[in-house]
């Protein structure tokens, strides 16, 4: 038996928006985008990394009654705009590159590049308050 | 426009305090960072975070401040202005409050900080090679 990871979920406040982000901003690419009036309009929306055809992240709408009830999505709400509702790690072979690219599109980094012991390290988060940290690990090998 | 939840302002405080913990940063930046007024702003961050913004300012400058004493020989009053505080007397009061011991003690109960750099191995052998000890030679040069 054996698996591996496909797709990932982040709750969003606003797919809309998010979609803009990830894919303008951060520069992935749409994965799906499809939505299902049978599901009430549920969106599927899912973007990923050019280049890592296999992974995806799900940005879902956090849903109302009666999937979710008004306060517990109000909780959820709350949660994600306080940054607490998870992160996405991801890894880049040049930090400051990633981080001079990024920042051109009007991406503003919570941390700019700093030497870790582990690589060289930088945050920024999504418009709903998601953090996503992007990071050139060191190889120990090399040195 | 899409709605956001205020706490996402608050978070934005939050932040800047992350990122700019080494600057001369005070609560009413981290105040306007939020859009709100110092004495709403305060209430409101420790509704949300359970924790005024001035602690959670000072601790993420100690929390720094440790890692500093951890990973480097730089001394305490340079540690002490690398996390944006002015005061090495209060730095100290406030590093010892929080960890029980003052910055020098908790250096001590560390390993050296040279113990964990990542110096390649080039540069250790350049740098490490011992230099040579011989008698006669030395002597000989010595009496030249």
């Known amino acids: 038996m054996s698996f591996r990871i496909a797709t990932a979920q982040l709750w969003v406040h606003d797919q809309d928006e998010a979609l803009k982000f990830y894919t303008e901003k951060v520069g992935m690419e749409v994965r799906s985008d499809v939505t299902m009036p049978e599901m009430g309009d549920f969106r599927w ?34 949660l994600v705009a306080k940054g607490f509702a998870g992160t996405i790690f991801l890894t880049t072979d040049d930090c400051h590159a990633a981080y ?10 919570t941390e700019a590049p700093e030497e870790r012991p582990y690589g060289i390290d930088s945050s920024f988060r999504d418009p709903s308050g998601n953090s996503v940290r992007l990071t050139q690990v060191r190889d120990l090998a090399t040195l | 426009m899409a709605f956001v939840p205020p706490a996402r302002h ?26 709100l007024s110092r004495a709403h702003f305060s209430r409101e961050f420790r509704r949300a975070f359970g924790e005024s913004p001035h602690a959670y300012l000072l601790t993420r400058r100690l929390e720094r401040a440790a890692a500093l004493l951890r990973t480097t020989d730089r001394s305490v009053a340079d540690v002490c202005l690398s996390v944006g505080l002015q005061s090495i007397g209060s730095f100290t009061t406030s590093f010892t409050r929080t960890f029980g011991v003052s910055p020098t ?11 964990y750099a990542l110096v390649p191995s080039c540069v250790m052998r350049v740098y490490g090679r011992p230099q040579r000890r011989t008698f006669r030679e030395d002597s000989a040069a010595a009496a030249l």
Do not use: H, N
């Open chain 1, 45 to 78: 929306l899912t973007v990923g990394p050019a280049g890592q055809d296999d992974v995806a992240i799900v940005l879902m709408a956090i849903p109302g009654p009666p999937v979710m009830d008004e306060e517990t999505g109000e909780q959820v709400r709350d």
């Open chain 2, 10 to 35: 608050l978070l934005r405080a939050k932040d800047l305090a992350d990122a700019r913990y080494f600057e001369p940063l005070g609560v009413d930046d981290l105040a306007r960072a939020a859009g």
């Open chain 1, 100 to 109: 001079e690219e990024l920042s051109s599109r009007g991406l503003e980094f």
């Open chain 2, 105 to 115: 003690a908790y250096r001590a109960s560390f390993p050296p900080a040279s113990r």
